[in-house]
């Protein structure tokens, strides 16, 4: 069983900053890729970054250069600083984890929390 737990969403106006944490808790499972997705009304949900068990990073240029990822292994935890916050970057934010439990691959998501950019 994996559980994911998103915290750090809110409210907050443009140029401002915020930090999403994204906690998995259970057993019997080993962590690959973790990453962040977000989805806005009326759009597709995209990629925002993941960031790989060694460290290797994809991000869309939409957001490079003002967000960046990174993880503790120790807490199985991975967040997402966000900076230069715009209105477009509103969106539900996703958390996913790609885990391995035996031979088998899974991906888990989070619960999703808001991100709302005021003009």
């Known amino acids: 069983q994996v559980q994911l737990v998103e915290s750090g969403g809110g409210l907050v106006q443009a140029g401002g900053s915020l930090r999403l944490s994204c906690a998995a808790s259970g057993s019997g499972f080993s962590i690959n890729a973790m990453g962040w997705y977000r989805q806005a009304p009326g759009k597709q949900r995209e990629l925002v970054a993941t960031i790989t068990s060694g460290g290797v990073i994809n991000q869309p240029d939409s957001v490079k250069g003002r967000f960046s990822i990174s993880r503790d292994n120790t807490k199985n935890t991975v967040y997402l600083q966000m900076n230069s916050l715009k209105p477009e970057d509103t969106a539900v934010y996703y958390c996913?984890?790609?885990?391995?439990?035996?031979?088998?691959?899974?991906?888990?998501w989070g619960q999703g929390t808001q991100v709302t950019v005021s003009s």
């Open positions: 996913k984890v790609v885990i391995a439990i035996s031979t088998l691959w899974y991906d888990y």
